[in-house]
């Protein structure tokens, strides 16, 4: 009886430390806390009462019957008819004039006048707190994390789990010498997760900073932030990426706005915009800009819709949102031609060359989805 006492007593304490390490392990992926976040973002533009706030009013995201439907019925058409087709990632030594390497999502690799910035890495299967729910991939991450080449940055545009994943985040502090370029407020998270508080940069809307020879301006975006309880408590944006010869626009996730335009006039025309395609929905129209809408941010933000190359991010990797999954690149192309804008569309893990000819091929027709 005493053996079989201490046997379940041996089994009671490593059950508790197994859901205490669990436990911990979600409120460390979650990040830091609204007080530790307060000290950076006070006083910066478009913060008040502790959180930060959108130029534009938008439609409220609330709980309906329509919305639970919809929850209930078409989550299944977000997810691909048979397997995501891939790319093996080119990775030449030196960086090109312009050239963009898409991973999935809004993973994506910007090279710039001789010089590399990474937005949004997530290698993680699942963009959650925690490993055992929350949305995970359609497809495998491309290329392993330790063979994307030489950084000069990595370049944040927002909290939320799908743009900043901590297992990244840690491993690229860990093994790159590289800065890490985030919105007022995001540097907390990172400081949480022992990224030294030198490679840390952080910007508010308008603020730029210089990375080897390229200047990355942090602009506006029209969305939110948050990880855990908190909303808003840290700020969301784009990003311009400007070197000597060429600009780069990196959207990052936003609903449609003035501020396309705003960015647009500022510090374009550019030579290739990165705008997200996917997630949106009538729920949340100012959330999430719709193909259409891409294509005409592409054309505010380069004064003219045949201006520049477009580059669709932020589908085809997660199920988040009700649309079919190959919708987006078809909206996309067919609103794009309809105004003469260029589109490359490139499978996970392909290396355009922006100044080549756009890539079309139907890659995503995969069935019915």
Request: charged content about 15%; hydrophobic content about 45%.
């Amino acid at each position: 009886m005493t053996y079989v006492k201490t046997v379940a007593a041996v089994a009671g304490v490593t059950a508790a430390g197994l859901v205490t390490r669990a436990a911990w392990g979600v409120l460390s992926a979650i990040g830091a806390s609204a007080a530790a976040i307060q000290p950076y973002a006070a006083g910066t533009m478009n913060y008040r009462n502790g959180k930060f706030h959108n130029t534009e009013a938008g439609t409220p995201v609330t709980p309906s019957i329509s919305l639970l439907g919809a929850a209930f019925t078409q989550r299944a058409a977000g997810r691909p008819a048979a397997a995501v087709p891939l790319s093996t990632p080119l990775a030449p030594v030196d960086a090109a004039e312009l050239a963009v390497t898409w991973y999935g999502h809004a993973s994506a690799l910007l090279e710039i006048d001789g010089h590399r910035v990474l937005f949004d890495p997530v290698w993680s299967r699942r963009v959650s707190p925690t490993t055992l729910m929350g949305p995970a991939r359609l497809h495998p991450v491309p290329v392993a994390l330790e063979a994307v080449p030489r950084l000069d940055a990595v370049v944040i545009s927002h909290d939320h789990y799908d743009h900043l994943d901590k297992s990244t985040v840690v491993r690229l502090a860990r093994e790159r010498d590289v800065v890490f370029v985030v919105p007022v407020g995001v540097g907390a998270h990172l400081r949480r997760w022992r990224v030294p508080d030198a490679r840390i940069v952080e910007l508010d809307w308008g603020a730029s900073t210089i990375v080897g020879g390229v200047t990355v301006t942090c602009t506006e975006a029209r969305h939110f932030s948050g990880r855990g309880l908190t909303r808003d408590a840290t700020l969301w944006s784009s990003w311009v990426v400007s070197g000597p010869t060429r600009r780069a626009y990196f959207g990052g996730d936003t609903g449609y706005g003035r501020c396309f335009a705003e960015v647009g006039s500022a510090h374009g025309p550019f030579d290739v915009t990165l705008l997200p395609i996917g997630a949106y929905d009538s729920h949340w129209p100012d959330i999430h800009v719709t193909p259409e809408e891409a294509v005409t941010a592409h054309a505010d933000l380069c004064a003219d819709p045949g201006h520049g190359m477009l580059v669709p991010i932020h589908w085809a990797t997660f199920n988040l949102a009700f649309h079919p999954w190959a919708e987006p690149p078809r909206r996309l192309l067919a609103a794009a031609d309809s105004v003469g804008s260029a589109v490359s569309v490139p499978r996970p893990g392909q290396r355009l060359d922006v100044l080549a000819d756009p890539v079309r091929e139907p890659w995503w027709d995969l069935g019915s989805s």
